[in-house]
C-alpha cells in the first residue's frame, strides 16, 4: 500500500519540498519551439509550482526567466522582444535571456544598479524540437542522449496539453499495459495495421488476451516493462515499453504498433494539481502524416465542434457512443481516455483508498523508485536517471518493441536485439 506520507512525499514538488527538490535533479521539458516562433509573443509557463516565462530573442536564443518582473513584479509574459532581450511593459526594464538587466530606462545615465539587478533564469536545451529546462540551482547535469530527439522535424510530432490532476496519478497510466485492453478499445475503426511477425493487429490482441504478463527490470533510468500476450503458433506478442525518472515513459503508441518508431509522454507538475502532458511521436522508417495526428490525439473538440472534452463536461460520454463506437464513448482520442481515467481520480489520487493488484506492479515499482529518488536527494546523493559522466549519456537502451516472436525466446534478452545504436553499460 502506498501511505499518505508517501503519496504527500511524491506529489508534492513546489520549491523547498523533497519531491521538488527530487524533480529539480533532472531536465525536464518546459514547452515546444513551435511555441516559440521567431518573433512569436513569449509563453507564460509555469513548472515545479513556479511561475516563469518562455521566450526567445531576436537572435534565436530561447531563455525561462523568473514571470514577475525584478523592478515591480509586472508580469514579463506581456513584455516585447526588443533589443536583444525581454523588455517589461510597465517601466521598460529589458532582460537578456541569461537574466542580465541590460537597460533600466526610467534611472539616471550615469546609473549602474542595473548591474545589481538579475531575474532568476534556468539553462535551456532545445532539441528535436522540444525546450527542455534545469531548474535546479547548480551546474546542470548531462542532457541524454535520446534516439527520438534526435529525428528529422518530418519523422516526429509534438503536443503539449494540460492534464488537471497531479502528475504522478497522469503519469502511472502510462506504465499500466491493462488498460489498452478496456480504456482504449474501439468497437469500430479497429486498427488493422499488422504487429511485425504476425497476421493480426495490436487491437485484435488487446481485445483477445486482456490478461497480458507482467515482467519489469529496473534500468539505471527507469524501468523496463515485459507484457506479453498469447499468439497463435507457439508464438506470443511482447511489447517492451519503459518508465523513465523522473516523470515519463516511452511507450508503444501508434508508430510502434508496427515497430516503426515508437511514442514519449512526459507529465511534468505544473503545480499539485496540474501537470503538462507533452506527446513526443516518433517514427524512424517513414515521415509521420502529421494532420492525422492533429486530429487524432490534438482534436480534443467536443461534439458540439467547440468545447473542449473534460471533466466539467463529462467529456461529452455518449452511451450510444459505448454501443456503436468504443469502449468509453468520449471520442476517439486516447488522450481524452487517459484524461478521463486520471482527472476523474481528483486533484491528487487517495492512494490509501486503493487496492492495488498483481497488474498494478509496475506501478508499485515506480512509485519505490520516485521515494528512492526522494530519499536519494535528501542526502545529497544524485538519483537514478540523472547523468554527471559525459561518457554515459547513451540512451539506446530504451527500446521499444512490438512483435510476435517464438514463445521460447526470453524478453529479457530479446530487447537487446533491438537497440539501435551500440549497448551503453548498465
Ligand atoms: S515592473 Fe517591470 S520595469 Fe517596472
Ligand atoms: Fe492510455
Same mark, same amino acid.
Given at each position: 500500500?502506498?501511505?499518505?506520507?508517501?503519496?504527500?512525499l511524491?506529489?508534492?514538488?513546489?520549491?523547498?519540498?523533497?519531491?521538488?527538490?527530487?524533480?529539480?535533479?533532472?531536465w525536464?521539458?518546459?514547452?515546444?519551439?513551435?511555441?516559440l516562433?521567431?518573433?512569436?509573443?513569449?509563453?507564460?509557463?509555469?513548472?515545479?509550482?513556479?511561475?516563469?516565462?518562455?521566450?526567445?530573442?531576436?537572435?534565436?536564443?530561447?531563455?525561462?526567466?523568473?514571470?514577475?518582473?525584478?523592478?515591480?513584479?509586472?508580469?514579463?509574459?506581456?513584455?516585447r522582444?526588443?533589443?536583444?532581450?525581454?523588455?517589461?511593459?510597465?517601466?521598460?526594464?529589458?532582460?537578456?535571456?541569461?537574466?542580465?538587466?541590460?537597460?533600466q530606462?526610467?534611472?539616471?545615465?550615469?546609473?549602474?544598479?542595473?548591474?545589481?539587478?538579475?531575474?532568476?533564469?534556468?539553462?535551456?536545451?532545445?532539441?528535436?524540437?522540444?525546450?527542455?529546462?534545469?531548474?535546479?540551482r547548480?551546474?546542470?547535469?548531462?542532457?541524454?542522449?535520446?534516439?527520438?530527439?534526435?529525428?528529422?522535424?518530418?519523422?516526429?510530432?509534438?503536443?503539449?496539453?494540460?492534464?488537471?490532476?497531479?502528475?504522478?496519478?497522469?503519469?502511472?497510466?502510462?506504465?499500466?499495459?491493462?488498460?489498452?485492453?478496456?480504456?482504449?478499445?474501439?468497437?469500430?475503426?479497429?486498427?488493422?495495421?499488422?504487429?511485425?511477425?504476425?497476421?493480426?493487429?495490436?487491437?485484435?490482441?488487446?481485445?483477445?488476451?486482456?490478461?497480458?504478463?507482467?515482467?519489469?527490470e529496473?534500468?539505471?533510468?527507469?524501468?523496463?516493462?515485459?507484457? @506479453? $500476450?498469447?499468439? +497463435?503458433?507457439? *508464438?506470443?506478442?511482447? !511489447? %517492451?515499453? /519503459?518508465?523513465?525518472? #523522473?516523470?515519463?515513459?516511452?511507450?508503444?503508441?501508434?508508430?510502434?504498433?508496427?515497430?516503426?518508431g515508437?511514442?514519449?509522454?512526459?507529465?511534468?507538475?505544473?503545480?499539485?494539481y496540474?501537470?503538462?502532458?507533452?506527446?513526443?511521436?516518433?517514427?524512424? @522508417? $517513414?515521415?509521420? +502524416?502529421?494532420? *492525422?495526428?492533429?486530429? !487524432? %490525439?490534438? /482534436?480534443?473538440?467536443? #461534439?458540439?465542434?467547440?468545447?473542449?472534452?473534460?471533466?466539467?463536461?463529462?467529456?461529452?460520454?455518449?452511451?450510444?457512443?459505448?454501443?456503436t463506437?468504443?469502449?468509453t464513448?468520449?471520442?476517439?482520442?486516447?488522450?481524452?481516455?487517459?484524461?478521463?481515467?486520471?482527472?476523474?481520480?481528483?486533484?491528487?489520487?487517495?492512494r490509501?483508498?486503493?487496492?492495488?493488484?498483481?497488474?498494478?506492479?509496475?506501478?508499485?515499482?515506480?512509485?519505490?523508485?520516485?521515494?528512492?529518488?526522494?530519499?536519494?536527494?535528501?542526502?545529497?546523493?544524485?538519483?537514478?536517471?540523472?547523468?554527471?559522466?559525459?561518457?554515459?549519456?547513451?540512451?539506446?537502451?530504451?527500446?521499444?518493441?512490438?512483435?510476435?516472436?517464438?514463445?521460447?525466446?526470453?524478453?529479457?534478452?530479446?530487447?537487446?536485439?533491438?537497440?539501435?545504436?551500440?549497448?551503453?553499460?548498465?
Amino acid at each position: 500500500m502506498t501511505t499518505r506520507e508517501e503519496t504527500e512525499l511524491m506529489c508534492r514538488t513546489g520549491p523547498g519540498t523533497p519531491g521538488g527538490n527530487m524533480m529539480r535533479r533532472y531536465w525536464l521539458p518546459v514547452g515546444l519551439s513551435e511555441e516559440l516562433p521567431q518573433g512569436g509573443a513569449p509563453l507564460p509557463v509555469t513548472i515545479l509550482s513556479e511561475r516563469l516565462v518562455l521566450f526567445r530573442d531576436e537572435a534565436g536564443r530561447v531563455g525561462l526567466l523568473q514571470r514577475g518582473c525584478p523592478h515591480r513584479c509586472a508580469d514579463l509574459s506581456f513584455g516585447r522582444i526588443e533589443d536583444g532581450g525581454l523588455r517589461c511593459l510597465y517601466h521598460g526594464w529589458l532582460y537578456d535571456v541569461a537574466g542580465n538587466c541590460l537597460e533600466q530606462p526610467g534611472e539616471p545615465p550615469e546609473s549602474t544598479y542595473k548591474n545589481e539587478v538579475k531575474a532568476l533564469s534556468y539553462p535551456l536545451v532545445e532539441k528535436g524540437g522540444m525546450i527542455f529546462a534545469y531548474l535546479g540551482r547548480d551546474t546542470p547535469p548531462e542532457f541524454p542522449d535520446w534516439e527520438f530527439l534526435n529525428a528529422p522535424e518530418a519523422h516526429r510530432f509534438h503536443l503539449r496539453t494540460v492534464i488537471e490532476c497531479n502528475y504522478l496519478q497522469a503519469l502511472e497510466g502510462n506504465i499500466d499495459p491493462v488498460h489498452l485492453s478496456y480504456l482504449h478499445r474501439p468497437l469500430t475503426r479497429v486498427d488493422t495495421r499488422p504487429v511485425p511477425g504476425s497476421t493480426k493487429s495490436a487491437d485484435v490482441f488487446y481485445a483477445e488476451e486482456r490478461r497480458p504478463r507482467l515482467d519489469l527490470e529496473p534500468t539505471d533510468y527507469g524501468i523496463r516493462i515485459f507484457s @506479453v $500476450r498469447g499468439a +497463435d503458433d507457439d *508464438k506470443q506478442y511482447l !511489447r %517492451i515499453t /519503459n518508465f523513465i525518472m #523522473p516523470c515519463s515513459a516511452a511507450i508503444v503508441g501508434n508508430e510502434g504498433r508496427v515497430n516503426e518508431g515508437y511514442a514519449v509522454h512526459w507529465h511534468v507538475p505544473i503545480d499539485d494539481y496540474h501537470n503538462m502532458r507533452f506527446d513526443f511521436v516518433y517514427n524512424r @522508417v $517513414r515521415p509521420l +502524416d502529421k494532420e *492525422k495526428y492533429r486530429t !487524432r %490525439i490534438g /482534436n480534443v473538440t467536443g #461534439p458540439d465542434g467547440v468545447t473542449r472534452r473534460s471533466l466539467d463536461n463529462r467529456y461529452f460520454q455518449s452511451r450510444e457512443a459505448m454501443r456503436t463506437e468504443n469502449f468509453t464513448g468520449m471520442g476517439g482520442s486516447f488522450n481524452v481516455h487517459d484524461a478521463f481515467a486520471t482527472e476523474s481520480m481528483g486533484p491528487i489520487s487517495d492512494r490509501t483508498q486503493e487496492h492495488l493488484a498483481t497488474s498494478d506492479r509496475i506501478i508499485v515499482r515506480a512509485r519505490h523508485q520516485i521515494l528512492e529518488a526522494i530519499a536519494d536527494v535528501a542526502e545529497g546523493k544524485e538519483p537514478r536517471g540523472v547523468i554527471r559522466d559525459p561518457a554515459r549519456r547513451d540512451r539506446s537502451h530504451v527500446v521499444v518493441v512490438s512483435e510476435v516472436i517464438p514463445k521460447g525466446v526470453d524478453p529479457k534478452e530479446y530487447w537487446k536485439s533491438r537497440v539501435q545504436k551500440p549497448q551503453a553499460a548498465e
